[in-house]
C-alpha cells in the first residue's frame, strides 16, 4: 500500500471514546488481547460527551427490585415502541456492567453500610438508579478511560475526525480520517468498525449536547448504506437552564424537588401524572417521563401560566426546601451551574427551567450484538438504536446502555475480525478518491462561499420550528424543503481558513454536512409517522396508532441522496402493548 | 498507547523568561519564601556562634556581643528576622494541604491546623523564655 | 443557544475587546495578538466571545470547546495571564477590558489558543490511574457477579476531592516547575495517583510510589501551590504531592533503617 495514504491497519477500531465506545476497546482487550484495536476520536476521550451526564445509571441491585420491573418501566416508557428483547438483555446485564464499572474503580455515593446507594428516576417505578452525586457521566468516563490506559493493546488516534467509512463489496474495511493536529488527511483500516459517536442534539439550537454532538457516526452509516432508525424520536429534557441550555438533572426531582408554574403551582397534577405529595412517588408527577413532562411544559405555556424570561417562557423548578446539607450531597454540582451560569442559589432561589433537546432515541440500525446490516459495521450507545428506548428513553438508562451494548458490540466486532478476510485493495483507490474529494471540495476552495454558522443557524431554526415537541404534517414538509435547499447551499460553503492545523473551519462544514443528513431522516420519519408516540407527537394526529405504527421506521439513502422510509416490526415477547399510567 | 505526532507539525515552544516571577504575586511570594531558607540558614549560624563563644569565656561572649552590635549585623539581623517571619507565616499556612489530619473521620479544618501551629509556637517560645530569664 | 450567541436578546451594554493569540504553523514564525471587539453581555463567557468571532467576524480562528458547562476540560486558556476555563470566565468579570486570551501556557502552541497536550496524555499512564488489585475478579464473559467492593461513605470522602479532576491543563499552565522542567510528571497526574493510593478498593500504592520518587515525581514539586489555586474542581494537587512526598520519605527512612524483608 502506498505509504501516506494508510495511516495504520487495526483488527478493530472503534470511532468514539466515550462511555460506549471506551467500553467497547476494553470489552475487546479482555476477551482477546491478540486483536489489535484501535480508538479514533474527534476529541481525547475524557472530552466525550459521556462527561456531562449527571443523574445516574439504572440497574437492578436493591432487594425489593426485581429484572421484570425495570423491563416494564422501559417498555411502557418507550411507548411500547422498544424490542422486548433487547430490553430483557439490557436490563439483566445492566447490574454486572454497573458492578464492572465499580469494579474499575467509579467512585459511586455509598450507603453506610458500604453497598452501593440508588435513588430514584422518572418513570421508574424502583429505586434503581446508581449515581456519584450529580457527576455520574464524569466519573463513569473517568474511570473507563484510565482503565483503558492499562491496556497497552488498545491505540488511540486523538483528535482524528472520521469523514467516511470505507466499504466494497458490502463490507466495512476502515476509514478516511482527518488529523486535526497536523491536517493529513489518510485512511485508517480495520476488519470490523465500531460508531460510538454519541447523539446529534447540536442538529437543534436549543440542547444540553456539548459542541461535539454532531450525529458524526449516524451520518458515516447512512452514507455508507446503513439504515437509520426511528429518528422522529427527539428527547426534550424538561429541565433546562435558559440561554445556555445546561443540563439540570432530573435526580433534583428525584431528591424531592417540584416544578412550578408562575403562580407556584406544582402544575404537572393537571396533566393526568398524579396528585401531588409532599415527598417524591415513584412513577408520578415530578417523577414522571421526560416526554410528558415537556408536554405538560407546552400546555402551561398555552394557558399563560409560565413565567417569562429573555429566552422566551420558563417553569421553576424549587428545591429551597431540600436543604442546603442534601444539595451539597448529592446535587453539588446544580447548586456550582446556577451559581455560575444564572447567578442563583438554589437552596434560597427557583431555579428557572425549560424544555431543551437532550437525546436521540432514534440512531444507527442495530441488532442485539450491536451489528448494523452492513457487514463488519457495529454501532453503541446514542448513536446506535437497538432499540430499547422506543419512543421516550427513561433518565438513567442511556448511561447502562452504553455500557451494556458498548461491551456486545465490541465482542461480536472481535468476533467478526477474527473470521474477517485481508483488506481488498480497492480501498486505496477509494480512500484516495475521499482524500481528493475533501482537498479539492473543501480546502482548495473559495472562500467567498456560503457560511457555515449561517446554513447551521438556519438549520437549527427549521428543525425547531418542523421538530418540536408538537409537531404537525405541513410543517414538518415545509421544514424538509427548507432542509433541502440547505443542502444544495452547503454544496457551495466556503473555507477561509487555508492553515491545514487544526483547521476547525473545516470540521464545523464537515460537522454541519452530517447534521444536515440527520436532520433530513428525522424530518422524512416524523412526516411518515402519522401518530403520537412518546416525544412524537403530531397534532394532526394526536393519538397513538398500534394498528399502523406499532413499528419501527428505516432510513435508507436514496442514490440521489434523499431518505427513504421503510417500517420494520417491533418485537413484542412478554407485554402486550397498552396505556402508558403515571401518578394513578 | 496514542499515536505520536508532535513531530508532524512545527509547535511553538514559548520560551519562559528569567523574571517569570516577578509576572505574579504568587509566585513572587514562593521566591520570597524560596528564599527565606537562606536567612533561616543564617540564623542557624548566628546561633551556633553565639552558643559557641558563651562556652568558650566571658570574653569571647563579649566579644561576640560587640560584633552583634555592629550596624551591619544587625541591619542582616532585622532581615532575616523579616524573611524568618514570612518564612513562618508561609509555612505554617501550607501545612493543611500536606498533612491530612483527620478527627473522628472528618477532615480537620484548615483554620485548625493553622493555629495549633502558631500555639505551639507560642508555647515553645514561652518555654524559652522562662528558660533564659529564671 | 451559544453556538450563536449572536442572535440572542438579553442585556446589552456595548461592546468589549479580545487581545487573541494568532499563530499558524505552517506561516508565522512566531504567534502575535489579533484584536476583536465583542458585544459585552452579561450572560456571555470568553467562550461566547470567542464562538462570536468565530461564526461573525473570523472563521479561521482556532480553539477548542464542547460542554461549555465546566466538566469536559477543553477550553482552558490563559485569560488576562490566568489559566481558565474560558466557558466559566465572564466578561464582564474584565470590563472595561481589553481581555488577553492566549493559549495555555507551558504547552506549545498548535495553532492560535490550541496546545499541544500530548506529554501529560503520556505521563498519564505511568503514575497507574486504575485500580490495581491481585484478586480482581473479572466480571467480564462469564465471570459471574461476585457483588461489589465494598466501601463506606467515608472511605469515599477520603479520596474523592482528588477524583474531581477533569484534565483541564490549568494546572500544569499554571506551574513554574512543569514550566521550566518538562519532565516534571506534575500536578494533576500526581493527584490521579492519590487519588487512587486513597481509594479503599486499590491496593497499588507501591507501585506508584516507585514511580513517583523519581527525581522527576514528587520532588520536582517545589510547592509553589498555584495548581491548587487554579483548579476550577478544588481537586487541591500541590497537597496530594505534599502527602506524597511525606510518604516517600518515609519509604526513605524505612528502606534505610530496616532491612528489605521487613517492611
Redesign the interface.
Known sequence: MSDGLI??AHDVLIVGGGGAGLRAA??IA??NPQLDVAVISK??P????T??AEGGAAGVIADDDSIDEHIYDTISGSDWLGDQDAIEAFVNEA??EL??L????C??????????AVRAFGGMKKKRTWFAAD?TG??ML?SLF??T??Y???????EWFVTKLLVDDGRVHGVVAV?L??G?IQAITAKSVVLCTGGCG?VF??TTN???NTGDGMSLAYRAGAPLKDMEFVQYHPTGLP?????ITEATRAEGGWLLNKDGYRYLQDYDLGKPTPTPELRSMELGPRDRLSQAFVHEVEKGRTADS??GPIVHLDLRHLGADLIDTKLP?VR??CL??ERIDPVHELIPVRPVVHYMMGGVHTDIDGATPLAGLYAAGETACVSINGANRLGSNSLPECLVFG?RAGRAAAEFATTAGPVPAAIEAQAADEVRRLERDLLGKDSEGE???AI??EM?ATMEDAAGIYRTGPAIAKGLDTLRELQERIGKVG???T???????LLAALELANMLDIGECMLQSALQREESRGAHQRTDFPDRDDQRFLTHQLVHRNDDGTPRVESLPVTITRWPPGERVYGR | MSTPRATEVRVYNRPMSTWWWTRRRTYFVFVMRELSSIFVAWFVGFLLAFVYSVGRSEAAYQDFLDWAATPWVVVINVIAAAFLALHVVTWFSLTPQAMDVRIGGQKAPAAAIIASQYVGLAVVSAFVLWLVTR | MPSNPGSNPGSNSGSIRLQVTRYRPESDSEPRFQEYDVPLRKEWTVLDGLNHVKNEVDTTLSFRWSCRMGICGSCGMNVNGDPKLTCAAFLDDYAPGPIRVEPLANFPVVRDLVVDINDFMEKLPRVKPWIIRDDDALLDGDGEIDGEYLQTPEELDAYKQFSMCINCMLCYAACPVYGLDPEFMGPAAIALAERYDLDSRDHGARERLDVLIEHEGVWGCTFVGECTRVCPNHVDPAGAIQRYKVKAAKENVMAFLLPRGAR
Do not use: C
Not at chain 1, 243 to 247: Q, Y
Open positions: 495511516r495504520a476494553i470489552a479482555e476477551t476529541v481525547y475524557m472530552r466525550s460527551h462527561v456531562s447490574p454486572r458492578l464492572q465499580e469494579h474499575w474503580g467512585p459511586w455515593s455509598r450507603q453506610p453500610n458500604g453497598h452501593v457527576k464524569f466519573h473517568h484510565q482503565t490506559l492499562k497497552r493493546e488498545v491505540t488511540r488516534h486523538d488529523d493536529f497536523s493529513k447540536k439550537p436549543f456539548a459542541n461535539i440561554f445556555t441550555g445546561i443540563l429573555p429566552w454540582f456550582e451551574l455560575k451560569y461491551a457560511s457555515t454558522s447551521r443557524d437549527q473555507i477561509a481558513d492553515s491545514r492545523s487544526f483547521n476547525t473551519e
